[in-house]
């Protein structure tokens, strides 16, 4: 069956793979990792033959017989789970949303068409917009469902958010010498821990 390469059913896929990082502050580290390892190893075990897969599979994937985005997304759900899932679980949490939502809308959104950024001429304003929108409401989501509030609630809380969010959506937009998953979804944590240490939002 000859199956036409599909970038929506990917991004929509990606957003919603975040999902289960609700269930993150509910599961114990070694649960976290245990989680983590297993759907990173799934994703490298998968390959392009299915047609849902292979809807999902960009030519290069299809060299490779793999499926390198799904490695690399959660490659850096584990990576997070690792740094943060033991003491900071909605650090975690807000940074595999941010990749799933941030990115995956930026994709969806941007396509080809509209006006593009003067960085980038593969990016578009619209998905860089949308990006920034989504980690927005990806972080205060995350936050919100841990029961972390206090000065994140605050409007200097919410305005080292969206300034945190800002500068992820800005890292997605640029060319980088390796995959987005990384760059949003770590990031996004860092910028959040950074918070902490800085301003004590915690």
Known sequence: MNVTYSRKLRKVIHILAGFPAFLLPLVSYSGMVAGAIAALVIAILL???????????????????????????????????????????????????????G????????????????????????GFITCWICVW???????????????????????????????????????LPFDDNYSVGLSAAALLFAGKLLINLF
């Open 103 to 126: 990115d995956g809308a930026a994709g969806l959104v941007g396509g080809k068409e509209g006006v593009k950024l003067p960085w980038l001429q593969q990016k578009t304003a619209a």
């Open 137 to 175: 409401l990806a972080v205060n989501a995350a936050f919100f469902a841990a029961g972390v509030n206090g000065t994140w609630t605050t409007a200097a809380g919410q305005a080292f958010i969206c300034a945190s969010a800002l500068a992820v959506a800005s890292l997605e937009s640029w060319h």
């Open 47 to 101: 390959k392009p033959d299915a047609p849902w897969l292979r809807a999902m599979a960009k030519p290069e994937d299809l060299k490779t017989r793999s499926i390198n985005g799904a490695r690399h997304y959660f490659a850096t759900v584990l990576i997070l789970i690792a740094l943060c899932g033991a003491r900071y679980p909605e650090l975690a949490m807000a940074g595999w949303l941010a990749l799933a939502w």
